[in-house]
DNA sequence: ACGCGAAATTGACATGGATCAAGGAAGTTC
DNA sequence: GAACTTCCTTGATCCATGTCAATTTCGCGT
């Protein structure tokens, strides 16, 4: 498998220590918060495939990614499922009082949480305005993508989507590691045909035959199945159909910018 | 018209006579806290039709909808356009800490905002934790109706769109008002064939089909273009192929249950 | 190295919704 | 109350994507 197997031990490591230390919900705060957070938090990992929450279910966990890639998705009753939603690193799950999860959680890849029980990141939550506001930033963020991806499902076509994931995925790979574009940008798609095709409301032979279809104009170079490389950002970006908002400029372009880490 | 002319005198009005005092961001305030709201707060009204505000505009203003229906639709170079939500009494617009709206905001009807200047609204949530919370609250709420219309756009058809949508406007509005059933549930519609051909991902012809077909099947009556009747409610559930999960416990159905006014 | 199952690709065909085009209904202006 | 204009409906046709089916490739365990 590609994926890095970093295996964090549950509670021997330091939150300052922590990969996502500076982009988590717990990024502001204080040394003395982030002791208290390092006391009541625990790892935990998830093996590919694994389901992490069942829609429905209660869960009495909340947290953040740490490593690996997890999604979100919504089944109709004859099986059509959308996935609503992606966790990669520094992400949270989980919302403040209310246990029922929404959505079926499963871990794409080998996923590692940062973990508090609910009742106690709550009482925290109340304590801490730091961390309160990480919460409704990170959550404005995530109305930001949500409405983002509304945009995608309801009116581009299935190339565009094709492309809008892959510059998704690109630049999201990019503010983790730092691409240096030497002769390309390469970057892991971490998840299945299947999982982009309920990602992007398509079916698999559609995503499949578009990716061909790319390849063919060369657009994009396959390293192997989930491994891109794209010779011209801009020219992915252009068949992205990027919209005439200017949502963009809070995203990192991977070549230009990156949050410091 | 068939919307409402209620106007509302600028600064006349007190919160504690405000339509919404109880289900906007401002519904756990204590006495004091109202008191100073007051004193900032400002009602502004926009016409049908009247932009409130462009996307990638600096708006230095945030608020919540008191009266009217208000939408957020994003566009793409080639104008296509899609609707990524919908703004109806006691909702929040604007994004604290951010004065760049990332989407068209529009008027579908008359709308009165109760408004905040956005630099004494941050002051005021960084003193008010319970204004922070329902903000959060909101905030999530919104992630969730923008996923759960992820599913809508991804996956469902024509006709389930349209369902959906129809089941969306009655139990919102039965949130409001208190639809005693008698002869069936009314609702008003409120905005057009295009707004709904936007929000659904559809064109405006397929919206006015699938609706005259529903009509055929007697799912749906129209009393006039805007104003549906539906003799049986569950019925149109079952057309709108709601999903597997459990979310819709959060939702009220207009005649069990309803959020006291 | 072999074989198995899962994932991915490719082809042939079907179809739901888009597009193009025309006309009707309802509200507004003079 | 005639002429617009905007909104809505309906029809005919087309095409992008779904569906069904077969085959290939890849990853992994033995």
């Not at 945009?151 to 510059?167: C, F, M, N, P």
């Not at 060369?218 to 390293?223: A, D, F, P, S």
Request: proline content about 3%; aromatic content about 6%.
């Amino acid at each position: 498998m590609l994926v890095a197997r970093i295996t964090l031990a549950k509670t021997d490591a330091n939150c300052l220590d922590c990969p996502i230390r500076h982009r988590a919900v717990c990024a502001s705060c204080t040394s003395s918060e982030l002791e208290e957070l390092n006391r009541i938090r625990q790892y935990r990992t998830w093996k590919a495939g694994e389901t992490i929450a069942w829609a429905g279910e209660n869960m009495s966990f909340v947290g953040s990614v740490v490593t690996g890639v997890a999604t979100l998705s919504s089944t109709l009753v004859d099986g059509r499922r959308q996935m609503v939603g992606l966790l990669l690193p520094s992400d949270f799950l989980g919302r403040p009082g209310r246990g029922e999860v929404s959505y079926d959680v499963v871990a794409a890849t080998e996923t590692t949480f940062c973990l508090f029980q609910r009742d106690q990141f709550e009482r925290f939550l109340s304590k801490s305005p730091s961390i309160a506001k990480e919460l409704l930033e990170k959550t404005l963020d995530d109305l930001d993508s949500a409405r983002e991806w509304m945009l995608l499902l309801g009116r581009k076509t299935a190339r565009e989507k094709i492309a809008s994931l892959l510059v998704m995925m690109a630049r999201r790979d990019g503010a983790l590691h730092r691409n240096e574009p030497g002769d390309g940008l390469v970057f892991p798609l971490h998840i299945t045909r299947e999982a982009m095709a309920d990602y992007l409301g398509l079916t698999v032979e559609t995503v499949s035959r578009q990716i061909s279809a790319m390849k063919r104009d060369n657009v994009i170079q396959l390293m192997d199945t989930r491994t891109i490389r794209v010779p011209d950002f801009n020219r992915l970006v252009e068949q992205s159909a990027a919209s005439s908002g200017f949502e963009d400029a809070h995203h990192a372009l991977p070549e230009t910018t990156a949050k410091r880490a």
